[in-house]
Each structure stands twice: as structure tokens, then as C-alpha cells.
């Protein structure tokens, strides 16, 4: 593996970048300095709502690429470099259908707050680690019929993959449908996820697949580890993405980016 060639770094973060805490470690900013003096980028990739990865990243927020909302987002500092939003009938025909589904919480997420109609006091406050900035609405469907909708994530305490899924999966030509954890799933526009969204980063640094090193853990990771040479599955990743990984690396509870950046760095010295 011949790892003089990267000149980008991509990083999910939940299950990849931060611990199990929701933690990033001073490790990785201690890194992320080195990588600059050696001129070599970071772009933050995730499901997440952009404000609330830059919570995350604070001290470097200025000085990242970021992709949120799977993709339907990307920015550099104030900068939006890319925004794909749902048709508004798309976002007002599924909410029905997954008010229907029992146990499920629905977020619309727009470019700058989350919208939620539930008023579950265990979902509010799990959901605000994801979601900085969020209003707690009567009707989602009237917020949908006003606001441009980024993305539409939906939660069940037990499992996305057994309990939303299967009931909206023959929707596939309508939305892009991503497990993107235990508990999650995302409707996106059918062009919005972090693989097209990472090609126009790309385009944008003229920097090529084979320049590219890319951390992942789950099915929303999927499209951006193929844009990637240098393509990571965490230890703790689902086999789906295990299975495309060009590389694998240690858990996110065991510095797996970490481990591979040390290593990316001291190539580089």
C-alpha cells in the first residue's frame, strides 16, 4: 500500500471518527496538524446535520471540506459548494407512510435546522446529538409544503434495517433509501449521497480516486468508499461494507482513522 499518493483524507463520522462516547480524540487534531504541513486535506462525511459536525470539529471547522446530510450538503467554511433537495411532493407523500411505521421518529432536515413533530422525551433528547439546531413542529407535512428538504432520516429505537426498511424498500425509484446505522435510515434525493458529493470535492481540489483515502462503516458510506483507492472499513463496520473496503483498520473505540494517519504522516515526513 503505497500511501505517498494521498492527498485527500474523507472521514465519516459515527461509528468511523468518533468513539462510542460521540467523542473525536485529541490524537486526530494533533494529526490533522501534521497533514496540513504536509498539505494533505480533510473532508468530514456524514449523515449528520452540518452544524452539528462542525460542533465536532470546532477549532478546525474553517479549515475542513464537510459533506452532511449524506450528501445532499457540502461546504467549506461558509462556502456551499453543493445542495440537492427532495421535491416537495416526495416529502409530503412519505410522511404519512412513515407516521405508519410503530416506534419510528421523523426528522426533516433542511439546510439549517431539523424539523421533528415528536414530542417522545427519550427520541428529543438522543435525536440532539446529531441535530444542533432543530424546532419541535405540530405538522411536519406544512414545515415540508414551505421548506426546501435536504433529507428526511427516520429513527426506530430497535432497528432501521428490520423495522423501516422492508416497509418502504419498493420506493427505490422515488428516493436514494440508506441504513445508515442501527437505528437510522435516510431519504435523500436519488442524487444526493456521499459518493457524488465527494466527486465534486474532488473535481473542485483536482484530486483524483487514486489520491483519495476514505474511512467508513455503513451502508450510507458506500458510494464514497468506491471513490476511493485507498477505501477503510472500520473493525466494527457492517460485513456489507467490510466487503467493498479495499482496506480495513481498528474499531472507532480502537483509533482506527487514527492508526492509518499515523501512518499516512510518517510516509509523507
Not at 468530514?44 to 471547522?61: D, E, V, W
Not at 433509501?177 to 431519504?187: A, E
Not at 468508499?225 to 460485513?239: D, G, I, P, W
Request: hydrophobic letters at 40%.
Amino acid at each position: 500500500m503505497d500511501l505517498s499518493k494521498v492527498k485527500l483524507v474523507v472521514s465519516d463520522m459515527d461509528g468511523t471518527l468518533l468513539n462510542s462516547k460521540g467523542e473525536v480524540s485529541t490524537l486526530f487534531f494533533d494529526l490533522f496538524k501534521k497533514l496540513q504541513k504536509q498539505n494533505i486535506l480533510f473532508c468530514a462525511a456524514s449523515g449528520r446535520q452540518y452544524h452539528s459536525i462542525i460542533n465536532k470539529l470546532a477549532t478546525i471547522k474553517d479549515e475542513i471540506y464537510v459533506i452532511a446530510e449524506n450528501g445532499a450538503i457540502a461546504k467549506k467554511g461558509d462556502e456551499v459548494l453543493l445542495l440537492k433537495s427532495l421535491n416537495t411532493k416526495k416529502v409530503t407523500n412519505i410522511i404519512p407512510v412513515l407516521r405508519n411505521i410503530k416506534d419510528t421518529h421523523i426528522v426533516l432536515c433542511s439546510q439549517d435546522t431539523a424539523y421533528i413533530e415528536s414530542k417522545d422525551k427519550t427520541f428529543v433528547n438522543l435525536f440532539q446529538e446529531y441535530y444542533n439546531n432543530f424546532k419541535i413542529v405540530d405538522n411536519l407535512i406544512e414545515i415540508a409544503k414551505t421548506t426546501s428538504i435536504l433529507k428526511i432520516a427516520v429513527y426506530h429505537f430497535s432497528s432501521s434495517e428490520e423495522f423501516i426498511y422492508p416497509v418502504i424498500k419498493h420506493l427505490t425509484e422515488d428516493y436514494l433509501i440508506k441504513i445508515s446505522g442501527q437505528n437510522w435510515l435516510d431519504l435523500s434525493d436519488d442524487k444526493a449521497n456521499k459518493g457524488d458529493a465527494l466527486k465534486e470535492v474532488q473535481k473542485i481540489l483536482n484530486i483524483s480516486k487514486e489520491e483519495t483515502m476514505v474511512f467508513g462503516d455503513y451502508h450510507n458510506d458506500i458510494e464514497m468508499l468506491q471513490e476511493a483507492t485507498y477505501s477503510f472499513a472500520m473493525k466494527n463496520a457492517h460485513r456489507d461494507i467490510t466487503a467493498i473496503a479495499n482496506y480495513t483498520t481498528e474499531s472507532n473505540n480502537n483509533f482506527g482513522v487514527e492508526r492509518v494517519l499515523e501512518k499516512l504522516v510518517q510516509v509523507h515526513s
